[in-house]
């Protein structure tokens, strides 16, 4: 069984830091794409954050320039270094990802979501 598990969130003040981690765990035979999405009360989830299958990054305009997308593929690890927060960003934060298994049935997943909330 594959899983993705988000950390890193919490409170932290306007213009704070905060580093978000997704680790994908299971029977894993390959990862591809894997981005970052968000939900913030009362709106719609939005694309954050990207990594295509080509390793080509992409972001929304709103984090550009202050949010950065990595990963660590030999532990099937995504980041999300998040810099110069503003309120605006506060939001559940969802790590998805196109992974294989080891039957290799191909899908995307979702982990549980982590909160951010900035605020002072």
């Known amino acids: 069984q594959v899983q993705l598990v988000e950390s890193g969130g919490g409170l932290v003040q306007p213009g704070g830091s905060l580093r978000l981690s997704c680790a994908a765990s299971?029977?894993?035979?390959?990862?591809?794409?894997m981005r970052w999405d968000r939900q913030a009360p009362g709106k719609e989830r939005e694309l954050v954050a990207a990594?295509?299958?080509?390793?080509?990054?992409s972001y929304v305009d709103s984090v550009k320039g202050r949010f950065t997308i990595s990963r660590e593929n030999a532990k099937n690890m995504l980041y999300l270094q998040m810099d110069s927060l503003i309120p605006e960003d506060t939001a559940v934060y969802y790590c998805?990802?196109?992974?294989?298994?080891?039957?290799?049935?191909?899908?995307?997943?979702w982990g549980q979501g982590t909160q951010v909330t900035v605020s002072s």
């Open positions: 990594f295509s299958s080509d390793g080509t990054t």
């Open positions: 998805n990802a196109f992974i294989t298994d080891r039957t290799y049935l191909s899908k995307f997943y």
């Open positions: 299971g029977s894993i035979l390959s990862v591809g794409a």
